[in-house]
């Protein structure tokens, strides 16, 4: 065989296994017995590991494969498994069992399961309802725009106030639905209905800290307004606590913020989907904290929906003498006392092709 046919059986043969692996796990990860549908008890006791509850799933036959259940809750980032007694059964597929383990719901015919991601906008979450129930992009702006709705909510939940309804607020809950999955009846579900599953879900992360909000100077709307920054600014979660003190040092000193994620939120568009132009980043706009008179100021509401950890890290952030952070293009972010050593960080990423041109 010479050199040449020698590559091309090498590139078939990698082929082959691609595509062999990409079969295996799709089937692997499908229900064991569509036909079999018998109740089937199992228990998750507390402290249980991926590892071990995939030794339990497949103990009792749920699961075709340990490993593509793991590769499917590493691909997938599910965490948060709650331990408790289940009844599943071999019908259900890998995501309906993570799903039903992650929040204590079955996972039933018909139900229809949301997954709202942290540290997406509300355009986000429209087009979300608007994929997986028969409600439209449409109806979820108009909810949003009706004021005696909104009034009844600010009655209804606590961290709700009067400050959502400021004329220069796109949206009045943007940052307040908190991000998890939701199981909901059917795709009838009403936005209103879907509104009030994910303000409850916030209420009963928000009820943890209430005491430290209202202690605080600044009011829950500022702390969501904080927490949706470092959501958009630090991906990994050990960033944020620095993140936040940067933010809260800034604004002692009665500095500009100047975080890019404002101002991409000002501007209406996806954070990372392209560069900023200098006539977006020094336009004034409340949201945008790069632009004029915004010296020592917060965005006038969240640019996203926020996680606990986002939360945890704007009401407990580090002390820390930090005044500049910057992030590079692939989400690493980079913190320093001083001018200088921020612009030095600057050039440095420049010269590596790692920094945003604008």
């Not at 009403?190 to 209430?210: A, D, M, R």
């Not at 960033?239 to 209406?268: E, F, G």
């Amino acid at each position: 065989m010479n050199k040449k046919k020698l590559i091309m059986a090498i590139i078939v043969l990698i082929f082959l296994v691609i595509i062999g692996t990409v079969v295996w796990y799709n089937t692997s990860i499908s229900p064991v017995d569509k036909n079999n549908k018998e109740k089937i008890s199992v228990e998750i006791p507390i402290g249980s590991t991926k590892d071990s509850i995939a030794q339990i799933l497949k103990d009792n036959n749920l699961i075709k494969s340990k490993l593509a259940f793991k590769i499917y809750v590493k691909l997938n980032k599910v965490s948060d498994f709650q331990a408790g007694k289940y009844e599943l059964y071999k019908t259900m597929n890998v995501e309906e069992i993570t799903k039903t383990l992650k929040t204590g719901k079955l996972y039933v015919e018909n139900q229809v399961a949301i997954t709202f991601i942290e540290g997406k906008t509300m355009n986000w979450y429209a087009e979300k309802i608007a994929e997986e129930t028969n409600n439209t992009k449409e109806q979820v702006f108009e909810l949003l725009k009706n004021e005696e709705y909104i009034d009844s909510l600010i009655e209804k939940y606590w961290f709700l106030t009067e400050e959502i309804k400021n004329d220069d607020i796109y949206y009045p809950l943007e940052g307040y639905l908190f991000p998890d999955t939701y199981f909901f009846e059917n795709k009838d579900v009403s936005v209103k209905e879907i509104f009030e599953e994910l303000l409850n879900q916030t209420e009963k992360v928000l009820n943890k800290y209430k005491d430290d909000i209202e202690k605080s100077k600044y009011s829950v709307h500022e702390i969501l307004t904080i927490a949706s920054i470092i959501e958009t600014e630090g991906i990994n979660p050990e960033d944020r606590k620095d993140i936040s003190s940067v933010i809260y040092n800034r604004l002692k000193i009665r500095m500009p913020i100047q975080s890019d994620v404002t101002t991409y939120y000002a501007v209406k568009v996806e954070v990372g989907s392209r560069d900023l132009s200098i006539a977006e980043l020094n336009t004034y706009n409340p949201y945008n904290t790069r632009g004029p008179r915004m010296e020592g100021k917060l965005p006038i509401g969240p640019i996203s929906s926020v996680s606990k950890n986002a939360i945890e890290a704007a009401i407990k952030p580090n002390n820390t003498d930090y005044i500049f952070f910057v992030a590079d293009k692939n989400g690493k972010v980079y913190f320093n006392k001083t001018n200088a050593e921020h612009d030095e960080t600057i050039r440095r990423l420049q010269n590596e092709g790692l920094w945003y041109e604008y």
